[in-house]
């Protein structure tokens, strides 16, 4: 194996990995915690990677991110919080692959984030092994000062500006509230939670879990 693991492999063994914390019956807070420290390896490999196929590394990469990404009104108003996750390639030659978005927020952030990918064409250093062609890139977009369990690589804040977004731990309180009584309330909650932490195992297990309950 590579040096670096491909990127498919690591998300897989994220999966595993937390599979592990759950079947140990650990608190909801270890899991969070095992998952946070599983999601910041995860990290430092897309920078290693970066550093290596990028012109100028990640740093490099990041700037040229908040070049060409805003936080728009519309996705400030409706509190468009969460981690949104680019997925591409870049084959050895250094020519662009496909392109696609996992857990969306709106289609403003898409729109931008499908263009700054596409403006990084030529931006690319060429490699000898297709470990090094695909990225899965998670982004944070949240507000200052929100408490907020989710991980990117890239975090963008923004400013709160008299918005009532609410934290991690409102929607927590919404979703043991109703989860028994009212599922459809309780998965709109967790929901929340998925788009904030997408790859959090236990939050998509109690969806699917809601989702029975209403049909």
């Known amino acids: 194996m590579s040096k670096v693991e ?3 492999s690591k998300v897989s063994a994220l999966v ?3 599979a592990l914390v759950l079947s140990q019956g650990s608190s909801l807070m270890a899991q969070n915690s095992e998952l946070n420290s599983l999601l910041k390896e995860n990290n430092r490999i897309i920078k290693t990677v970066l550093d290596y196929r990028y012109k100028g590394g990640s740093g490099a990469f990041e700037r040229d991110f908040f070049k060409n990404i805003d936080y ?3 996705s400030r108003n409706s509190c468009a919080i969460g981690t949104t996750i680019m997925v591409f390639t870049v084959h050895c030659d250094g020519s662009l692959g496909e392109f696609s978005i996992i857990n969306p927020l709106n289609d ?3 729109s931008q984030l499908q263009k700054f990918f596409l403006m990084t064409n030529g931006n690319w250093n060429e490699c000898k092994n297709s470990d090094y062609e695909y990225f899965e890139i998670p982004i944070l977009f949240t507000i200052e000062g929100l ?3 989710a991980i990117g690589f890239i975090t963008n804040y923004d400013e709160e500006e008299g918005c009532p977004c609410r934290d991690d ?4 309180i919404e979703f043991e509230k109703y989860k028994d009584k009212k599922p459809k309330k309780a998965l709109r909650a967790i929901e929340e ?3 904030r932490n997408p790859y959090n195992e236990l939050y998509i297990n109690e969806k699917n879990n809601l989702i029975k309950k209403i049909e």
Not at 169 to 172: G, Q, R, T, V
């Open 6 to 8: 491909s990127r498919k």
């Open 193 to 195: 939670l998925i788009r």
């Open 16 to 18: 595993i990995a937390l």
């Open 72 to 74: 728009n009104d519309i």
């Open 108 to 110: 403003h952030i898409s």
């Open 169 to 172: 731990e409102y929607f927590h």
């Open 147 to 149: 408490d907020t369990e």
